[in-house]
């Protein structure tokens, strides 16, 4: 790979695959807070978006 070491490689490789699945679960974390969070304004009857 562009004349590199197979060490460097093999550092290289992982981190995209790394952020993708940070990004994902991130995106599940937050994604299901905001429900909770919306469904507790709505039931305190605060429908404030």
Same mark, same amino acid.
């Given at each position: #790979?562009?004349?590199? $070491?197979?060490?460097?490689?093999? +550092? #290289?490789?992982?981190? $995209?695959?790394?952020?993708?699945? +940070?990004?994902?679960?991130?995106?599940?974390?937050?994604?299901?807070?905001?429900?909770?969070?919306?469904?507790?304004?709505?039931?305190?009857?605060?429908?404030?978006?």
């Amino acid at each position: #790979m562009f004349g590199l $070491p197979v060490e460097t490689a093999l +550092l #290289m490789l992982p981190w $995209p695959l790394i952020w993708i699945a +940070l990004g994902i679960f991130m995106f599940i974390k937050f994604g299901r807070e905001e429900k909770h969070e919306a469904q507790r304004n709505v039931e305190k009857g605060d429908d404030a978006k």
